[in-house]
C-alpha cells in the first residue's frame, strides 16, 4: 500500500465510528488517505478526528469559500483524479442509492464520478439488517457490481437496532487487508486471471437403497464462496458439486453430481487443464457396496450394511500433477487435529491445505462462518479469525497467489 492514494468515502452510519481507526491502519501501511465526508457522516464521526489521523483537512463542501486565497475550486474532480483507489466505509442506503442513479451533489459522490476508469471502488454497505435485504437497496447494489466496483458483503451479527442480522461493516482490520489485495491486483493483475480452477463443493450421497442413503452437513457453502471469489479474479471456474440448496455463481460453469465416483468421474477431465484444483466437498469416504434397487424392508432384528472405500479425488489429483499445478484441500477436524492436517498435506501432495474445526455455531458444516489456518507447502501456517465464508474464501485465494507466484513452484504455461 505505500505511496498509493486513497479516498475514503464516508458516509453516514453508525459504523462511521470505526473510520479514524481505519484511517490510522492504512496511513501506518504507507498509504495517503484523503477523507470525504458526507453531512450524515459528519453527524457520527468528527471531522477533526479524521483530519487528525489522516493529517489532511477532511473534504466535505463541494464550494468551498470563494475569498480564500490558494483555494482549490475545482477539488471536485482534481481529488478523484489524485487518488488509485476509492473506498466507502461505510455506504449507507442512501448513498448506494445515489451513487447508482448518478448524483453528483457532494464530495462523496464526485469522487466516484471522477475517479480515473479502472480504479478499484470498493463498497462496504453497513445498514441494519431489514433495510439491506430491501429489494431496493439490492438493486443498487446489483447496479453498482455491473459498473465494475466491488462489493463487500457486510457481516452477519448485533446491530445498532438492537437486532442481530446481516449489516455490520467488517473490522478496520479487515478493510484494510482488502483494500490491499484490491491495489496489488489493480497494479499486476491477479494470477489466477484466465486460468482455470476447479471447485468441488457440497456433501455426496451413497445410496443404501431406493430412498435411503449416507451423507452428512455439508452446505457447499465454502466450495460456492471459492468457486465465486475464483470468478472474481478473472479464473474460468468450474464448481463440481453434490446435491446443495444454493445458487451457482455468476460466470461459474456448475456440474452437479449425486455420489463419490460420479464426483470423481466428473473431476478428472479437468486433472491435466487446471491450473488450481480445491477440493472443499465432503465427500464420504465409503459407499454401500450393493444399494438397492427398491426399499429395503425392516424384517429381521440387525441388518449389515457392508461398505467399501470412495476413490480419493484429490489425493488422485495430487499424485498426478504436473509441475505448476496447485492442489489445495479442506481437513475439518472435531477437535485438535491440526497435526492431522499438516500430515494430509504430504500425503496428498498438497499445496495448501485450509484446517477447520468443527463447531456447529461458528465454522465447519452449514454456518456462514468459518475459522481457517493456512498450512502450505513451504509450512508457513496462517491463522485467519473467524470470518464470512465469503471473506475466507478471498483470503484463501490470496494465498494461492502468493503460491502462483512463487518460484519454486516451477510455473508451467497452461495455455
Ligand atoms: N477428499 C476427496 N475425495 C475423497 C475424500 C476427501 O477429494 N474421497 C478431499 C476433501 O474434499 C478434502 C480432503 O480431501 O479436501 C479431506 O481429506 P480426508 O482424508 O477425507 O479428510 P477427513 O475425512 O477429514 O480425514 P480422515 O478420513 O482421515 O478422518
Avoid at 451413497?206 to 457447499?220: A, H
Wanted: proline content about 6%; aromatic content about 6%; glycine content about 8%.
Amino acid at each position: 500500500m505505500k505511496g498509493k492514494r486513497i479516498i475514503l468515502g464516508v458516509s453516514g452510519g453508525i459504523a462511521a465510528y470505526k473510520t479514524p481507526q481505519l484511517v490510522r491502519l492504512l496511513k501506518k501501511a504507507g498509504a495517503d488517505v484523503r477523507i470525504a465526508l458526507t453531512a450524515s457522516g459528519s453527524r457520527f464521526v468528527s471531522e477533526l478526528a479524521l483530519a487528525t489521523v489522516s493529517g489532511e483537512s477532511v473534504c466535505r463542501e463541494m464550494f468551498p469559500p470563494a475569498d480564500q486565497p490558494g483555494t482549490d475550486f475545482t477539488r471536485h474532480i482534481s481529488l478523484g483524479e489524485w487518488a488509485d483507489a476509492l473506498v466507502i466505509a461505510p455506504a449507507t442506503a442512501n448513498t448506494l442509492a445515489r451513487l447508482a442513479v448518478g448524483m453528483c451533489d457532494d464530495m462523496l459522490s464526485a469522487c466516484f464520478i471522477t475517479l480515473r476508469p479502472h480504479k478499484p471502488v470498493l463498497i462496504f454497505p453497513a445498514m441494519d439488517g431489514q433495510m439491506y435485504r430491501s429489494p431496493a437497496v439490492q438493486r443498487n447494489i446489483a447496479t453498482l457490481a455491473a459498473q465494475g466496483c466491488t462489493i463487500i458483503e457486510p457481516e452477519t451479527g448485533d446491530l445498532a437496532s438492537g437486532q442481530c442480522g446481516t449489516g455490520r461493516m467488517p473490522e478496520p482490520e479487515i478493510i484494510a487487508g482488502r483494500i490491499g489485495a484490491a491495489l496489488q491486483k489493480s497494479a499486476t493483475g491477479s494470477p489466477l486471471s484466465g486460468r482455470t480452477v476447479v471447485v468441488t463443493a457440497g456433501p455426496t450421497r451413497e445410496k443404501i437403497d431406493g430412498v435411503r442413503f449416507i451423507s452428512n452437513y455439508s452446505s457447499g457453502k465454502m466450495g460456492f464462496a471459492l468457486a465465486e471469489a475464483a470468478r472474481e479474479r478473472g479464473a474460468e471456474v468450474t464448481l463440481i458439486t453434490g446435491p446443495v440448496n444454493l445458487e451457482t455463481p455468476g460466470g461459474v460453469e456448475r456440474l452437479d453430481v449425486e455420489n463419490a465416483c460420479e464426483m470423481y468421474e466428473a473431476a478428472k477431465p479437468f486433472y491435466s487443464t487446471c491450473a488450481v484444483f480445491i477440493a472443499a466437498a465432503a465427500v464420504a469416504d465409503y459407499r454401500p457396496e450393493t444399494p438397492h434397487e427398491g426399499k429395503l424392508k425392516k424384517n429381521s432384528p440387525e441388518m449389515q450394511l457392508k461398505l467399501v472405500r470412495n476413490p480419493d479425488i484429490l489425493a488422485d489429483f495430487g499424485a498426478r500433477k504436473r509441475p505448476g499445478q496447485l492442489a489445495v484441500g479442506f481437513a475439518l477436524e472435531t477437535g485438535e487435529g491440526i497435526a492431522y492436517a499438516r500430515c494430509k498435506l504430504q500425503e496428498k501432495n498438497l499445496d495448501l491445505v485450509a484446517f477447520n474445526t468443527f463447531d456447529r455455531k461458528t465454522s465447519g458444516f452449514e454456518v456462514d462462518t468459518n475459522a481457517l489456518t493456512l498450512i502450505d507447502r513451504n509450512h508457513m501456517e496462517t491463522v485467519l479469525p473467524l470470518m464470512p465464508k465469503k471473506e475466507a474464501a478471498r483470503r484463501l485465494l490470496d494465498h494461492v497467489e502468493l503460491l502462483m507466484g512463487d518460484p519454486a513452484a516451477n510455473m508451467t504455461t497452461e495455455k
